[in-house]
């Protein structure tokens, strides 16, 4: 706890005195680039990340970066889209997974969530993807590339339960928003998306990405 109340003198002493007008104008109100979805793994800082700015990204975390089906569960997750999508305006939503995710771990170790009943009921929004690395990916026997896969097959199945959210689905027919699923390996600093073109997760940095498929 020490650690924390130093940086928040830290903070006000560097930070926001070197931003203060940047921090001013956000009283005004928001205008996010984009609602970032990711994991709440402590390894990942989405603003790091993307390098952006108090004010520019609107952030949804929760284990193992889900999105519920819409009506599934009566949640923070529906809310926090819709109010990105139809009040916000967000233009673009980016679900990102990453390298060693523990969520992803334990859906494919259900053995290990035994005494976490919440755990365990929360990665059944996630059944489809352990359903697709049983099915397709047997092949796979070292355990670091099945956590992987699963890891990006994830993101892709959390891409479609996010389009069964009215506002995300009026959204897209209107071609007022863009889906878009990354994969971030925290060891290497590396950032994967998906290419809708030909189903496979290329670096965002690289010349092949299209980011917005």
């Known amino acids: 706890m020490q650690k924390l ?3 928040i003198h830290q903070f006000q002493d560097g930070v926001f005195s070197s931003k203060q007008r940047l921090f001013e104008t956000l009283v005004e109100g928001q205008q996010p680039l984009a609602l970032f979805i990711t994991c709440s793994d402590s390894r990942i800082d989405p603003s790091l990340l993307a390098q952006t700015e108090p004010g520019e990204l609107f952030i949804l975390r929760n284990a193992g970066n889900i999105v519920p089906p819409f009506g599934a569960v009566e949640g923070g ?13 967000v233009k673009d939503i980016i679900i990102c997974g990453h390298s060693h995710c523990g969520a992803m771990g334990g859906l494919l170790n259900p053995q290990n969530l035994e005494s976490l009943p919440a755990v365990r009921s929360w990665l059944s929004h996630a059944e489809s993807t352990h359903k697709l690395i049983e099915e397709n990916y047997s092949h796979l026997t070292d355990p670091e590339a099945r956590l992987m896969a699963a ?3 994830n993101v892709l199945v959390q ?24 994969v971030y390996k925290f060891e290497t600093g590396e950032v994967f998306g998906h ?3 030909d189903g496979q997760f290329v670096s965002v940095t690289g ?3 299209n980011p917005t498929s």
């Open 195 to 197: 290419n809708l073109q």
């Open 151 to 153: 890891v990006e097959e």
């Open 207 to 209: 010349s092949s990405f």
């Open 77 to 89: 997750e529906a809310a926090t889209i819709e109010y990105a999508v139809s009040v916000l305006g």
């Open 159 to 182: 891409i479609e339960n996010l389009q069964t959210h009215p506002t995300v689905s009026a959204a897209l027919e209107q071609k007022a928003l863009n889906l878009h699923g990354w």
């Open 5 to 7: 109340v130093e940086g």
